[in-house]
């Protein structure tokens, strides 16, 4: 039993220079060279749905096409930044909906945008395709939404 301890130090030390190894070629933690940023950090600047233009125009051509999925998601794009335009929120794409929502001051408006947050993430998030009709009451309460905020 005396060979057990030297080879179990020997894996020890084996699989920490393999994981040194794997930080350094990753160019990511601490050991890595330089400033580096991730690819996914650059593609998620460059693709960021919340900085999206004519997210508006995006919805209504999704409704007329019956696309309920992305008009809901346009819709709410709009409607952030419609928030942001009149200063009722500050868009910045790293911030979750719960911080939009607690920039949020107005009671009627704060409910509003809870309701049309919750639509919302539960269609994208959720992945889930709503009908018609069900698109109707989504599309209603961003209809709401914007009557409180004018």
Do not use: C
């Amino acid at each position: 039993m005396n060979w057990l301890k030297p080879v179990l130090w020997t894996i020890a030390i084996l699989a920490l220079l393999f994981l040194l190894y794997q930080i350094w070629t990753n160019n990511t933690g601490i050991f890595s060279p330089g400033d580096k940023k991730l690819p996914a950090e650059v593609e998620e600047e460059a693709e960021d749905p919340l900085m999206l233009q004519g997210a508006a125009t995006l919805a209504q051509q999704a409704i007329a096409s019956k696309q309920y999925r992305m008009a809901t998601r346009y819709l709410f794009i709009d409607a952030l930044s419609r928030l942001d335009e009149r200063g009722l929120i500050q868009r910045i794409a790293r911030k979750t909906n719960q911080q939009y929502l607690n920039e949020i001051q107005q009671p009627g408006l704060k409910e509003t945008l809870a309701t049309a947050m919750l639509q919302f993430e539960y269609v994208w998030y959720g992945e889930f395709n709503p009908n018609e009709k069900q698109f109707e009451r989504i599309h209603h309460t961003f209809k709401q939404l914007e009557a409180r905020w004018l």
